[in-house]
């Protein structure tokens, strides 16, 4: 299955919605979470996440686990009991860290990949009462990779024109999911397309890819790509068809 997103990528952490659109002071998450990326090989089955409070409040934090699979072109998180957090929900006072651990019930063994989000959304206080506190809450999306071992991702590149634009996929036929960044195009030396920091997933079995605008290119070009991932820097070519 494919994926296709625009080249401005999502960031982990994104403000969900404005609970009162008054102007006024604003209130932002102050929630700091580590790591970032969650991978659990060898066919383990518990790992830990780190919260911190940066902030001078009390943090109300709700923490979830989803699966996360890929439907009809798109990602979509998937109520799931497979795999739980605990504790569900903290409170963080200021200063203060915590810890959730993430659990996999399952007791078959892990058989290639198992992709889950940890979700932690970092809630609200609540109105002050006089229309004069914008409110946001905040969510913190943890991919969370449970592996057996030795897994590798197999990531094959191709690049088509759409219109105006080159659309560049990477194909994932691995049992390991595929983290790129970095992604950079070049012709006869010269960079023509690039993709800053995280491009994106190829998750195992599935594709994503990315719409580029690109001038001077067209079908038969041989374009010279750059990436790195998880399982390796990529320097390879490509034909535009």
């Given at each position: 299955m494919r994926r296709t997103i625009g080249s401005n990528i999502r960031a982990l952490a994104i403000a969900l919605a404005a609970m009162n659109a008054v102007p006024g002071p604003a209130w932002a998450g102050t929630l700091q979470v580590s790591p970032i990326n969650i991978e659990v090989p060898g066919g383990g089955n518990t790992a830990i996440q780190n919260l911190e409070n940066?902030?001078?409040?009390?943090?109300?934090?709700?923490?979830?686990?989803?699966?996360?699979?890929?439907?009809?072109?798109?990602?979509?998180?998937?109520?799931?009991?497979?795999?739980?957090?605990?504790?569900?929900?903290?409170?963080?006072?200021?200063?203060a860290k915590a810890t959730v651990r993430i659990v996999r019930l399952l007791k078959t063994p892990v058989v290639g990949e198992e992709t889950y989000r940890l979700i932690i959304d970092d809630l609200p206080p609540p109105p002050d009462g006089n229309g004069g506190t914008v409110s946001f809450a905040v969510r913190h999306a943890i991919p969370v990779f449970f592996q057996a071992a030795g897994i590798r991702s197999n990531v094959s590149w191709t690049a088509q024109m759409s219109g105006?634009?080159?659309?560049?996929?990477?194909?994932?036929?691995?049992?390991?999911?595929?983290?790129?960044?970095?992604v950079q195009l070049s012709k006869g030396g010269t960079e023509v397309g690039s993709i800053d920091g995280l491009a994106g997933y190829a998750l195992a079995g599935d594709s994503?890819?990315?719409?580029?605008?690109?001038?001077?290119?067209?079908?038969g070009t041989t374009l010279a790509l750059k990436a790195v991932t998880n399982d390796g820097n990529v320097a390879t070519t490509i034909t535009v068809r």
């Open positions: 940066k902030g001078t409040s009390v943090i109300n934090a709700q923490v979830r686990v989803f699966k996360w699979i890929n439907e009809n072109g798109k990602d979509k998180l998937v109520p799931t009991k497979e795999v739980v957090a605990s504790p569900p929900a903290l409170k963080i006072k200021p200063g105006p634009a080159l659309v560049l996929t990477a194909s994932n036929s691995g049992q390991l999911h595929s983290r790129i960044t970095q994503i890819s990315w719409k580029l605008k690109i001038k001077g290119v067209a079908p």
